[in-house]
């Protein structure tokens, strides 16, 4: 396995902190991505569910006027018969009359109640221009080709069938199960429009329209919603009314998810179809809108499909910024880690490592660097300082003691006994010191010389015990301090965690606030926005509906013109009738005349005969034309009544209307003014969410630093612990918190040319001799 050695301190740092903030970005922008992409398919949906909602609208008002087709000409076929002046000739004609008028009708049909049109079935057995089939029910049907030829034919009633049932059982309009026609070799979706025809409260039967439901179809197929969706049609039987393909067409509802859209058309509310991957090139959203087929008792469900790419588009460019920014970030913090650790921690800690080596190679000479930093190195640097000094002063003493070994040798050749006696003293206080010295140089600074010095080296003795108390002492307390240090980083670094993490949440927050704020003053700005088109729109409404009363008063008074001429048209008929009577007079006197001229008037007979049938003929007509004037003007009359009920309607609309358009103009003031203070608070929260990203940054600098420096600290640690202190140095270390405390406090204030006070009183310089030797001993023991 790759082993990744890394000598640098500050190249570690840099490592570390990069990878930390590499993870915090990955963490982060998957986090970002998902909500991004979450908040994409809520709106995405909610979109595709307004535009089902607005197809289904269009649909319901295109089968609306389908029915209200139907519905007009079962109300003229039962207004005709409870007024008495509508037979099954008349029947016929009208249902011909309002088949030519709907371009979009096939058929128009009517199927009588048995025995409940006018009785008389056994009249009109077989007689196809009255309307009656093989049992004389009243049952005659228009067609139309799609060239436009209107054909006519006679059919069977069955009561049980579903066109004829559901209209007949509910006394409501009723819309049949769509079928396909392929007689002309198109398949075509087709269905029945039927509404019970009402004589007053007499069920009479049924009238109805044949529909093709092509034109819709094409319509619905032609739409493209986010533009590549697709938009579908079920009928209220669970069958395809606009199908994936063509070979679906009115085939029952099967295969994916069926059951769920199935369930959600049966219980009329609205559902979602998730990831669904049949009949497309790539997976997608399905939006289920149920809706009611107006005054047809029928429910039909509109099926919307959003492709997934329509989502993932915006997600994608989304998530390539992310990648982006995040890459600028971790450059950017890569680089100021860099700089910062060059200058606070590579350079200082080399020059001092330097110091150290030439420290190990006996070099004493030279002064340790960074004495006049006031952060740790420097009191790192100043602790080398003494420790050089006390070094320096111990090579001193030694090479002292040889000067005396030499000078005890020269006195020994003049006395051998006091030689011999010196010789002896010499090599004990030497023997001790080199004792005392070695374990000097293997760093045991608790080590004491117990043996009693004769004459002046007693001072010897009691200055280097001084000495070697004075240095334990020294790095006891550095020892503490580098550990009060390491644990004081330590709180520090996970006090600046927790405070990184706090903050971190807490922008987040903000960050969610602002993207709320956002689009709810987008929706407050949208509503106002609507609210005043609708104003506008109620305003052309008014009028509209203004013109709408001028348009029915003028209606009127055509209607009572219309009145008028009839009776003047009904007057001169009279006249047409009376003429015809006398005509008929004068044939006949004329045949008299003829029969009595004999042979010779036989051909004036002749024509006499044909001018009183043709008379007769005349009066018939004239007989039927009035018949006609008389129904036509109490329809008239009825109409005229009507359109003057429409015109009243009308104008209470009008005012309602007006009404309606004070409350919306109400309306928008106040969406417009909820707009503006939406404004101000989303741009406060937006400033909030810019303070506290910077905070998170600072935090997350102060964290680092607090790491390197509780690194540092455990470098120093590392460094006296190489150092052996007694037990009775340890605890008085340790039992100082008042030395401590001056000493962090020390460590801690930026100082920028004071030298830091010292604990005690400096022992003055101390020079002695004995005879034979001499041993001197500076200040800068206790100056360390």
Not at 380 to 403: P, V, Y
Not at 585 to 611: D, H, I, P, T, W
Request: some cysteine; glycine content about 8%; aromatic content about 4%.
């Amino acid at each position: 396995m790759f082993s990744l050695k890394i000598k640098s301190l500050s190249t570690k740092l840099i490592l570390v902190t990069s990878l930390a903030i590499a993870a915090v970005l990955v963490v982060s922008n998957l986090v970002l991505i998902s909500q991004t992409r979450n908040r994409v398919s809520s709106l995405t949906m909610g979109q595709a569910e307004a535009e089902a909602r607005s197809i289904a609208n269009q649909v319901a008002v295109d089968m609306g006027q389908i029915a209200g087709a139907a519905r007009s000409i079962g109300g003229v076929i039962g207004r005709g018969h409870a007024g008495g002046y509508l037979d099954r000739k008349a029947v016929v004609d009208a249902l011909k009359a309002n088949l030519e008028q709907n371009a979009f009708a096939y058929g128009g049909w009517f199927a009588e109640a048995p025995g409940q049109f006018d009785g008389k079935n056994t009249e009109f057995v077989d007689k196809k221009d009255m309307g009656g089939n093989k049992k004389g029910e009243l049952a005659p049907y228009w067609t139309k080709s799609k060239t436009g030829e209107i054909a006519y034919s006679v059919f069977d009633i069955d009561t049980a069938a579903e066109w004829y049932a559901l209209a007949a059982n509910s006394r409501k309009g009723a819309l049949t199960q769509p079928y396909v026609e392929s007689t002309t070799g198109d398949a075509t979706a087709m269905s029945s429009v039927a509404y019970p025809v009402m004589s007053g409260s007499k069920f009479i039967g049924v009238a109805g329209l044949d529909v093709s439901l092509a034109t819709l179809s094409k319509k619905l197929q032609a739409m493209k919603p986010f533009g590549s969706g697709r938009v579908l049609l079920v009928s209220q039987g669970g069958a395809w009314i606009v199908p994936v393909t063509p070979d679906k067409l009115m085939k029952p509802v099967e295969g994916e998810k069926a059951s769920e859209l199935l369930t959600a058309l049966k219980s009329g509310q609205l559902a979602r179809l998730d990831n669904m991957k049949a009949d497309a090139a790539e997976p997608y959203e399905r939006v289920v809108y149920p809706f009611s087929v107006p005054d047809v008792n029928a429910t039909w469900a509109i099926v919307l499909d959003v492709p997934q790419s329509v989502i993932a588009a915006p997600v994608q460019d989304q998530t390539l910024m992310m990648i982006l920014g995040g890459l600028v970030i971790m450059a950017a913090c890569i680089a100021t880690l860099y700089f910062g650790s060059s200058a606070f921690v590579r350079r200082p800690l080399g020059a001092l490592l330097n110091s150290v080596e030439l420290l190990g190679q006996g070099r004493f000479g030279e002064k340790v660097e960074g004495q006049g930093r006031t952060d740790e190195i420097g009191s790192l640097a100043k602790s080398l300082e003494g420790f050089r000094h006390t070094l320096a002063d111990g090579r001193r003493i030694e090479a002292e003691a040889d000067a005396q070994r030499h000078a005890a040798e020269d006195q020994r050749h003049r006395s051998e006994n006091e030689r011999e006696a010196n010789v002896q003293e010499q090599q004990r206080v030497v023997g001790s010191l080199a004792k005392g010295l070695s374990e000097l140089s293997h760093g045991n600074l608790g080590y004491r010389i117990q043996d009693e010095f004769p004459g002046d080296y007693a001072k010897l003795k009691v200055d280097f015990n001084k000495a070697l108390e004075s240095l334990e002492d020294t790095i006891a307390t550095v020892n503490s301090t580098v550990y009060n240090i390491g644990n004081g980083t330590r709180e520090i670094t996970s006090s600046a965690q927790d405070l990184s993490r706090r903050t971190e949440q807490q922008a987040a927050s903000l960050e969610e606030t602002a993207a709320a704020l956002n689009e709810l003053t987008a929706q407050v700005n949208s509503s106002a926005d609507n609210a005043s088109s609708a104003a506008s729109t109620v305003n052309l409404a008014c009028d509209d509906a203004e013109k709408s009363g001028e348009v029915v008063q003028k209606a009127v008074a055509s209607m009572e013109g219309i009145a008028q001429s009839s009776q003047e048209i009904s007057r001169i008929i009279g006249v047409i009738d009376e003429i015809a009577f006398q005509t008929n007079l004068l044939a006949l006197n004329a045949g008299v005349e003829a029969a009595r001229a004999g042979e010779a008037g036989k051909g004036f007979a002749v024509v006499a005969q044909e001018v009183r049938e043709l008379a007769q003929r005349s009066a018939n007509a004239a007989k039927e034309i009035k018949a006609l004037i008389n129904a036509s003007t109490n329809q008239v009359k009825d109409g005229v009544e009507l359109v003057g009920k429409a015109g009243d309607t009308l104008q209470k609309i009008a005012v309602q209307v007006m009404q309606i358009n004070g409350l919306i103009r109400q309306i928008s003031a106040s969406a417009s003014e909820q707009a503006v203070g939406l404004k101000e608070v989303n741009s406060a929260i937006n400033q909030m969410d810019q303070v506290t990203q910077q905070n998170a940054a600072m935090v997350e600098e102060t964290t680092a630093a607090s790491t390197v420096l509780s690194t540092e600290a455990e470098t120093l640690k590392s460094l006296v612990a190489r150092f052996q202190v007694s037990s009775h140095a340890s605890s008085s270390s340790h039992s100082a918190p008042q030395a401590l405390r001056q000493m962090a406090q020390t460590m801690r204030a930026p100082q920028a040319s004071q030298p830091a006070p010292r604990a005690a009183k400096p022992a003055p310089r101390v020079s002695y001799a004995t005879q034979g030797s001499a041993a001197v001993a500076s200040d800068d023991w206790q100056e360390f």
